[in-house]
């Protein structure tokens, strides 16, 4: 949306395709690239191919949980390779992402289905390809849990959590930042979303916590 880059430009972060396959390279560069060219002035990327590309646009690069930070050194070397900011995977927990010591601002996801793995090969594809598919299947497991999946423009799949990570009535300050991961939400919901955030609301659907009060 070009008015909403030209309006909220310094707000806004282009986010790069968790996966970028070799005959895709040159269609994502040149999207970021007409991105730039409207105002867009940072990336953030889940995936190593993001750093090269974010040095050869000359912009600043923000890093996803896909980039495995998991300690301190690992934080030093993304910031060595030019980063200036970083998000914890969520495989660590609250107590170890505050005690990563850093330069540059590392947060933590506080909401969303987390994504628990990424295919190319769609296993809910008919054999009519996806001409038909919406974009919005899901997976049913053996106790009737059900795991959305997330498409990217045909090109892969994400397989996200049955249970939405909530953290709204947990002390989860002393980071640097959080990052609210919205995939199928509706704008409304969102909005309800970010309001229990902030009146600190204990869910009243289930949820996880993931791995962050895990000793």
Not at 45 to 65: F, H, M, Q, R, V
Not at 109 to 126: D, N, T
Not at 167 to 184: E, M, Q
Request: net charge positive; charged share 25%.
């Amino acid at each position: 949306n070009p008015e909403l880059l030209r309006n909220y430009a310094e707000k806004i972060i282009g986010e790069l395709p968790s996966l970028a396959f070799p005959e895709y390279e040159k269609s994502v560069f040149e999207q970021a690239e007409i991105l730039k060219s409207r105002g867009l002035n940072c990336l953030w990327t889940d995936n190593l191919y993001g750093i090269k590309l974010a040095e050869s646009l000359n912009l600043p690069l923000c890093g996803g949980w896909g980039l495995n930070v998991l300690n301190s050194k690992a934080a030093a070397e993304y910031e060595a390779l030019g980063l200036i900011g970083l998000t914890a995977s969520f495989e660590l927990s609250l107590h170890r992402i505050r005690k990563m010591k850093t330069r540059i601002p590392t947060g933590m996801i506080a909401y969303g289905h987390l994504p628990l793995m990424r295919m190319r090969a769609c296993p809910v594809q008919s054999e009519k390809g996806c001409a038909s598919c919406k974009g919005t299947s899901e997976l049913t497991d053996r106790r009737g849990y059900r795991f959305p999946l997330l498409c990217t423009e045909k090109r892969y799949v994400t397989l996200l959590n049955s249970l939405p990570l909530y953290l709204a009535d947990k002390d989860i300050s002393r980071v640097d930042f959080h990052v609210y991961w919205f995939t199928r939400e509706t704008p409304v919901q969102c909005q309800e979303i970010l309001d229990a955030y902030r009146e600190k609301k204990v869910p009243e659907v289930p949820r996880t916590c993931g791995l962050y009060f895990l000793k």
